[in-house]
DNA sequence: CTTGAAAATAGACACCA
DNA sequence: TGGTGTCTATTTTCAAG
């Protein structure tokens, strides 16, 4: 774990904010050259503490009207098979297991009602499922840089 | 809602995976020629299909090394305050309104225990908190793009 | 870390299939 | 709509201070 200055904060601000700017424009806005921003930026990279880009995508714009997160209680013998039943259904497009009565929590996008009613069942041969649709995802912040 | 062909599909997984691809690799890669590949991007920015561009940081390397999902039970006239608090706590990255008995869910980054419990705490103030600790995270997956 | 120049690349545009 | 060629703007890389 890199021990990161007030710049190293700064940088990745902007970058989760907005993955595409350049080095000149990164260093413009925290103050240094662009080679110095874009050497910060390699490091960050390389050290792991930028793990990557990603491109935002709008679940509802592509048709995928149905967020939901699921809920599942399993036991310990089961929850690799839950796991990899997971990762094979393309609608789960996230995994984590948690401490607590569900194991684990997956994040769900369906067309529609009856695919997530699939999902759904699918994933309750493993045990007991509580469901909950998405009414309203608020706009997730940048990750407080301690 | 834009209607997606096969090409706009293998785009926007592309895209998902790398955010940095420039126009020219994405066609490459999905078969088409640099200036056609980028008309299809820019429309599907436009269009609200590609929100925008993020790095992904890793919180474990900045130092956050608890990942907790809390869970609020509240009520209708308190919501609106629980969000407004939610949104003053840097610790709480992102917020969803769900179906069911819990009608907030909220993923809580902090580097030691003590901070989760202050967390955790004050959004009690609202209603039952039900917290998890993250024990793993899978990778997550592109959208499946219907 | 900065400045400054060079090399590589990406983006934009006009024109044609 | 897409392909090709080209031109310009940007970016990145590398020198040297």
Redesign the interface.
């Known amino acids: 774990?890199?021990s990161?200055d007030e710049i190293d904060r700064a940088i990745?601000e902007l970058?989760?904010?907005?993955?595409?700017l350049s080095g000149a424009e990164v260093g413009r806005r925290v103050g240094l050259s662009q080679p110095a921003a874009a050497a910060r930026i390699q490091r960050l990279e390389k050290?792991?503490?930028?793990?990557?880009?990603?491109?935002?995508?709008?679940?509802?714009?592509?048709?995928?009207n149905i967020h939901a997160?699921v809920r599942l209680r399993t036991t310990h013998a089961q929850l690799a098979k839950a796991?990899a039943l997971?990762?094979r259904i393309?609608?789960?497009?996230?995994?984590?297991?948690?401490?607590?009565e569900?194991c684990l929590?997956f994040?769900v996008?369906c067309?529609h009602a009856e695919r997530l009613e699939q999902v759904v069942d699918s994933l309750a041969r493993f045990g007991p499922v509580?469901?909950?649709?998405?009414?309203?995802?608020?706009p997730?912040?940048?990750?407080?840089?301690?």
Do not use: N
């Open positions: 774990m890199e990161l990745l970058l989760q904010a907005d993955g595409r050290s792991g503490v930028i793990l990557g880009y990603r491109a935002v995508v709008d679940p509802a714009a592509v048709g995928l997160v796991l997971a990762e393309p609608d789960v497009v996230s995994t984590v297991r948690v401490t607590g569900d929590l994040d996008h067309t509580t469901t909950s649709l998405v009414l309203r995802s608020y997730p912040k940048p990750l407080p840089t301690p």
